[in-house]
């Protein structure tokens, strides 16, 4: 299986921050990489996809880049509304497989 | 407007069993391929299991045997029939549509299993 690893697990940022995320594939996974934003108590919501290409109706603040091992989600300018918890996961093969999530609480 | 609603999950004995629905509306429920995903109070994500438009099946390793999926397109339905639970399979149980290029592009808003005596 692919294990794909995400950091970090958990940060502080303030409105305004630009904050990053990282994302590791165990193995290549060409760019079959997408990225999911969750809420407490609430499904995740798909942001991302392709490793780059914004789902429809996700604000252009959220962008996604990488290819093969290495991915990142950036948020341009931390809103209220962005504190959640953000899954990667990779569907190149089966078992498609997530990260371990990362929460991005205000500082 | 696309939406997943999933059904069925309660409170049941170990060893016990019990049977997932999620119906689709609002698209061509036949053209997609469609997964399982769940995830335990305070824990990530993790795939369930994933059926094909053609019917074919997939399992991880962990439930491989003990789980079955399978769709009933007349119906717009996904079921998820769960045999020989254990503790471990507590967890808010989603059904998420499938697109190859687009990934897990819509989720159903989740139903809770509770493995307990």
């Known amino acids: 299986d692919i294990q794909m690893t995400q950091s970090p697990s958990s940060l502080s940022a303030s409105v305004g921050d630009r904050v990053t995320i990282t994302c590791r594939a165990s193995q290549g996974i060409s760019n079959y990489l997408a990225w999911f934003q969750q809420k407490p108590g609430k499904a995740p919501k798909s942001l991302i996809y392709?490793?780059?290409s914004l789902q429809s109706g996700v604000p252009s603040k959220f962008s996604g880049s990488g290819s093969g091992t290495d991915f990142t989600l950036t948020i341009s300018s931390l809103q209220p509304e962005d504190f959640a918890t953000y899954y990667c996961q990779q569907y190149n093969s089966y078992p498609p497989t997530f990260g371990g999530g990362t929460k991005v609480e205000i500082k | 407007e696309v939406q997943l609603v999933e059904s069925g999950g309660g409170l049941v004995q170990p060893g016990g069993s019990l049977r997932l629905s999620c119906a689709a509306s609002g698209f061509t429920f036949s053209s997609y391929d469609m997964h399982w995903v769940r995830q335990a109070t305070g824990k990530g994500l993790e795939w369930v299991s994933a059926?094909?438009?053609?019917?074919?099946?997939y399992y991880p390793g962990s439930v491989k045997g003990r789980f079955t999926i399978s769709r009933e397109n007349a119906k717009n339905s996904l079921y998820l029939q769960m045999n020989s639970l254990r503790a471990g399979d507590t967890a808010v149980y989603y059904c998420a549509r499938w697109v190859r290029d687009y990934g897990m592009d819509v989720w159903g808003q989740g139903t809770t299993v509770t493995v307990s005596s």
């Open positions: 059926i094909g438009t053609a019917g074919d099946t």
């Open positions: 392709a490793a780059s």
